[in-house]
């Protein structure tokens, strides 16, 4: 993973790559492939493995946050059930033996939430305000297109807060999210010479042969939208209960 991105083609006279789209996984697996002794398998298992942990630990927290004015005793019942029912989710367990950042993906979403939670307990409070930028920031590296996603609690704090207050702090979480998003793509360009990475290339190009499958049958967007959404199911519930 990060062979080609921290080690420039010597042989080949050439720069890094940006080959990997998830930044933030393939320094994890890289140091993870370094405690491990060069074990590429096991480090790749073990970085899943990792991000998994963290979204079942992470979701319980955010429905805490989400409904602090509820008895102590009932947010801890619920949300252990919310941990269970995380913890059994078939397509996590897959997801583990996959071995891509998608557990990751899916923790960092999870933390997203819990961050939009506190900053609408508490939208003055400016490390609140610093913690969900980051965290939107955060999101963009591990997975770019989850960035929708992360900001979907924010944008609704924007259109459905309280106060001006609460509405204002949301936009400049947005605001400050987009930036240090900008400052990252600015860093790649500056170290690989490109600001996205070779998948973005790949991808658009495929563009026009995944419309003609679709046309065939092959692909339904509506039906991979309703997908993804089953998929993250309990981070959607959670949002909307928000």
């Not at 994890?28 to 979204?55: E, K, R, S």
Request: net charge neutral.
């Amino acid at each position: 993973f990060g062979d080609h991105a921290l080690r420039p083609f010597i042989e080949a006279g050439e720069g890094a790559v940006y080959g990997n789209t998830s930044q933030f996984y393939q320094f994890v697996v890289t140091l993870l492939y370094g405690a491990t002794g060069g074990n590429g398998t096991f480090a790749l298992l073990l970085a899943a493995t990792l991000g998994a942990i963290l979204y079942v630990a992470i979701l319980p927290l955010a429905y805490r946050a989400m409904r602090p004015n509820l008895e102590r005793n009932d947010r801890a019942i619920v949300a252990v059930i919310i941990a269970i029912l995380a913890a059994c989710d078939g397509q996590l367990h897959s997801l583990i033996g996959v071995g891509m950042e998608t557990t990751w993906a899916m923790a960092l979403v999870a933390l997203s939430l819990l961050a939009s939670f506190r900053l609408a307990a508490s939208p003055s409070s400016k490390a609140t305000i610093l913690a969900n930028s980051v965290t939107v920031l955060l999101v963009y590296i591990v997975r770019p297109e989850a960035t929708l996603v992360a900001l979907m609690a924010p944008m609704g704090l924007i259109l459905f807060g309280p106060n001006l207050r609460a509405r204002l702090t949301a936009l400049v979480v947005c605001g400050g999210g987009l930036c240090l998003i900008g400052l990252f793509a600015l860093a790649c360009w500056l170290y690989y010479g490109s600001a996205l990475p070779l998948s973005f290339s790949t991808k658009t190009h495929l563009l026009s042969a995944l419309a003609e499958n679709e046309s065939h049958g092959f692909g339904n967007p509506w039906r991979d939208f309703r997908d993804m959404l089953l998929f993250h199911k309990v981070e959607v519930l959670l949002a909307i209960g928000g």
